[in-house]
Each structure stands twice: as structure tokens, then as C-alpha cells.
């Protein structure tokens, strides 16, 4: 039975190497191998989809899902080896490696599989150990490093079964070998010096520890797109918009104690683990805000984190799409003449300036109306100030804008429940705040109505409370919903304000 599984399992493992062929032949330039491996995940991945690799003895019970690939590069050479292996606890960190794949003479090599009398691990110092058994008369241990495309022993532990007239029983003799190629030698058992079994378990125990290294499913293969590695043309990409290297350092202590002094290691950790972890490099991007908000690019690009970063400096500036929630250019223009003097509408150059100056400036990026429904009421902003409608229609943004950057200082009324000529009347507030218009409307959500002050002629939150049981019965002691509540549709009510 053993003999009919072990045949079965190297058929499928010769079927694959047929399939991957055409991937093992193609050449490639050292830095952009990521790119050759990508038809042998995509085997992979278009197998397990297919039930083709049911026969397998290593991955014949598993599923896309339980099988992981990661880049590690194991020689040193600046060029990684592609690892494939089953995930036995579930988790995305494994030891076992069960497929090996490297460059070698410009062209993808596939270095060895396990199976059912071999299997490999991943061992401190990038080694690979491996240990071989026929099941009853012979195994072997072996610590291996990569060189070229094969492994070469640095140390080989194995013992034979043999049988011994003398005593009549079976004994195990034991074997020492190194500097040959794994390949030549490891079915035999017997190859090498003979040793006592006291030299074999000492040398044995002075083999590496076995080492985990993180995978992806191979499941999120076609969703994932490009490896996990950059491309020379994805490392020399120009990530303004998306990257300043001050505010990573500056934003993420650990990220300044591990490349405060390596801006290109700080880049590499951005765009290969930082977006992923959902990290911020700028002011006016984040991955996640980027990918939730553009149903477009997500049908294209998946979860490939870097095309989105360059989707957003090649095009998304351009085109005004807002990187994260808390800069929008379209607000940054309008309510800065002086920069609308000078970048008219070069988009770009606005995100720009906000990243290398108006963040350190302090410069208002954006401010959501949503937070300010209990002082901005578009509609009422309207039918109070026709002359404004008449340059600016109904155009939500640029009204606020314009509350924002004038109304506030002309003594524009824009919600029953807030005059800002009202509120200036607090002396207190007014010492403070001076002609700083937005603070006056920023104390007043935030502070104001908690103190229940009064805000305009027409209202006082304390008195809307106190009046409205119904409303008390929703909104308890949160006083900005009453205020909410008054200046979108409450007023229309004939309710007690006053």
C-alpha cells in the first residue's frame, strides 16, 4: 500500500513540474523576479480550484485556504526563493516547507517538494533541514543550505537497520556525512562515516532550531496580485502624496527606532508591510480610506497595496479623489485664495503643499458639515442669504466653504440654533478668541451647549430641553442633539426655545 501512495504522490508531483514548465524556462532580470513566480502561484491556485492536486500526498487533503507561499530569500543573494507549505495549525505561521522554487541563471528552478519519506523545514540562519525515512530500515537528518539551485549538506546524521547474526536482532548503525548534495545522497542510509549512536544523537542535538516564517494563502492569490516583494521599477516609484518619510518616522515610534536614518527602509517597510497593518505615511492618504471609498479601483487592483499608492500619485490627485477623510483638496482650495493665486487648477500641487507646508502651518484640511449640523443648515443658509445662492447655488461644498471662510465673518446666519454676532457677546469667549471666527462655532458644539449657553435670539438649549420632554425621552443629557434637533426642522415646530 505504501509503495501504491508513494507512486501516486510521484505522479502528481511529476504532473505539476509538467504544468510549471513553462514558468521554469522564462529568464528574467534580477530585479524583477517577483514577477516570474507569479505563473506558479497561479498553478498552484488554479489546481486546488480544479480538485487537480486531490492525488497529491502533501496537499491531496487541503484546500487553497490551507496552503500559504511567502519570499524569503535564503542565499543571500538579493533575489528571493519562493516557498510554498501546508498551514497544519491553521496558522500563517509555519516551519514545514513543502514546496521550493529559486532563480538560478535567470530562469525559475524548482529545488525539491516534499513528500511522503521526505519532508523540509525552514531552520535558523536560513537553513533548511530535511529528514528522509523508507519506514522500517533507514533515516536521516540533514541541516542543508541553498546554493544554486540545490542543497548542499553541511551536516547528515543518518542510521540503517540491519540485521546482526551474533546478537540475532535487528541493531542501528549510524552514518556522518557533509559537503555533498542532498540529492545524491538522501535515500542512503548507509552513505558516510560510521559514527557510535552517542557521536550521532551530540551532533544531532547541535542542529539549528527549527524557524517559522509568515505565509499568504494561496487562496488570495488572484485577489492579491503582486508578491509581497518590490520590483526595482516599484521601489524607484516617486511616492509624493503617499510617503513623506518625516511624518512615518514622526508617527510611529517604532518605525523611527528601526529606520530613523534609512529613508529607503522605511519606504520598503511602507510599501510591503505598513499599508498592509494599515499604517499612514501622509497627511493626505491612507489605504484604507482609499480602498473603502473607490469601488472602481477595487474591481482592479484587489488588495494590491502599492498599485493603489500609485494609482493615488499618478491619477487620484489629479482627478480630486480624497486619499483619507480628513483632507479634501476641493476645500483646501477654495478656502485658501492664496493658493488658489498660485496653483489655479493643478490639483496636485495642492495635496502637495498641505503635505511639505499646511500641515506644518496648521492649515484647515477639511471640516465635515456633518459635524456641524447644529450651526450649519444648508438650506437655511439659502433662504437666509439669497445673494450667496445666487453665486454658489446649491452646491453643498462650496457653501460651507463659504460660511466657513465669510459668512462667519460678515455675520451670516446659518442655523436658527447659532448667531455667530450672538455668541460673540460672551466676553469671555471674545477675549479668547478674538476674530478667530471657527473657534466661536468649535466651542459652541463642543463646550457651549454642555454649559447650556445661549447661542442665538431664537434659541437656548438649556430652555429646548427643559420643554421637550419627547426630546429628553431620545436625547437624555446629549445637548448638542437638542440644538441638532432645533436647527434642522425643530424650528419649524413651534416648539419652546426661548
Avoid at 509503495?3 to 514548465?21: D, G, H, K, P, Q
Wanted: aromatic share 16%.
Amino acid at each position: 500500500m505504501k509503495n501504491v501512495r508513494r507512486l501516486m504522490s510521484l505522479i502528481a508531483a511529476a504532473a505539476m513540474c509538467l504544468a510549471l514548465l513553462p514558468a521554469m524556462t522564462a529568464t528574467v532580470s534580477a530585479n524583477a523576479t517577483v514577477d516570474l513566480y507569479k505563473p506558479i502561484l497561479k498553478s498552484f491556485y488554479r489546481s486546488f480550484n480544479a480538485g487537480g492536486l486531490k492525488n497529491s500526498f502533501v496537499y491531496g487533503n487541503y484546500t487553497a485556504n490551507d496552503v500559504g507561499y511567502a519570499l524569503v530569500d535564503l542565499d543571500q543573494s538579493g533575489i528571493p526563493e519562493l516557498l510554498i507549505g501546508v498551514m497544519y495549525s491553521g496558522t500563517t505561521g509555519i516551519t514545514n516547507i513543502d514546496d521550493l522554487y529559486t532563480i538560478s541563471g535567470g530562469s525559475v528552478s524548482h529545488v525539491f517538494s516534499s513528500g511522503e519519506w521526505d519532508t523540509y523545514y525552514l531552520a535558523a540562519g536560513n537553513k533548511i533541514m530535511h529528514n528522509c525515512s523508507n519506514g522500517f530500515s533507514g533515516i536521516a537528518d540533514s541541516v542543508t543550505h541553498l546554493s544554486g539551485m540545490r542543497l548542499v549538506v553541511d551536516s547528515r546524521v543518518s542510521s540503517k537497520r540491519v540485521w546482526d547474526d551474533s546478537s540475532q536482532r535487528y541493531i542501528d548503525r549510524y552514518y556522518y556525512s557533509s559537503g555533498v548534495h542532498l540529492d545524491d545522497v538522501a535515500h542512503s542510509y548507509d552513505y558516510g562515516t560510521s559514527i557510535s549512536q552517542a557521536k550521532a544523537t551530540s551532533l544531532k542535538n547541535a542542529f539549528p532550531a527549527k524557524r517559522s516564517y509568515n505565509v499568504t494563502p494561496i487562496a488570495k492569490y488572484d485577489s492579491l496580485g503582486p508578491l509581497p516583494y518590490l520590483t526595482q521599477s516599484e521601489l524607484s516609484f516617486d511616492y509624493t502624496g503617499v510617503f513623506d518619510f518625516q511624518y512615518y518616522i514622526n508617527t510611529y515610534p517604532d518605525i523611527k527606532a528601526a529606520y530613523g536614518s534609512n529613508p529607503t527602509g522605511a519606504l520598503k517597510h511602507f510599501l510591503l508591510s505598513g499599508m498592509k497593518e494599515g499604517r499612514v505615511a501622509s497627511p493626505v492618504f491612507s489605504i484604507q480610506y482609499y480602498m473603502s471609498n473607490y469601488p472602481d479601483l477595487k474591481r482592479v487592483f484587489g488588495y494590491d497595496y502599492v498599485r493603489y499608492a500609485q494609482h493615488f500619485v499618478k491619477n487620484g490627485m489629479k482627478e480630486m479623489r480624497q486619499g483619507n477623510a480628513t483632507f479634501d483638496v476641493y476645500f483646501y482650495r477654495y478656502y485658501y485664495s492664496d493658493l488658489k493665486k498660485v496653483y489655479g487648477t493643478n490639483w496636485k500641487n495642492y495635496y502637495v503643499h498641505y503635505i511639505r507646508h499646511g500641515y506644518a502651518e496648521g492649515r484647515y484640511s477639511y471640516v465635515d458639515p456633518a459635524k456641524y449640523k447644529a450651526v450649519f443648515n444648508m438650506d437655511y443658509y439659502i433662504e437666509k442669504n439669497p445673494d450667496v445662492y445666487r453665486v454658489f447655488g446649491n452646491n453643498q461644498k462650496k457653501l460651507w466653504v463659504h460660511f466657513l471662510k465669510n459668512g462667519l465673518k460678515e455675520g451670516r446666519t446659518a442655523s436658527p440654533a447659532f448667531s455667530i454676532r450672538y455668541y460673540q457677546n460672551y466676553a469671555d469667549l471674545k477675549t479668547t478668541f478674538g476674530t478667530h471666527y471657527k473657534r466661536y462655532i468649535d466651542h459652541f458644539i463642543g463646550s457651549g451647549v454642555k454649559e447650556g449657553r445661549q447661542s442665538s435670539l431664537d434659541f437656548s438649549v438649556k430652555v429646548y430641553r427643559e420643554n421637550n420632554a419627547d426630546l429628553q425621552a431620545a436625547y437624555g443629557d446629549d445637548m448638542i442633539k437638542y440644538a441638532e434637533h432645533f436647527a434642522n426642522g425643530g424650528y419649524k415646530e413651534d416648539r419652546i426655545a426661548v
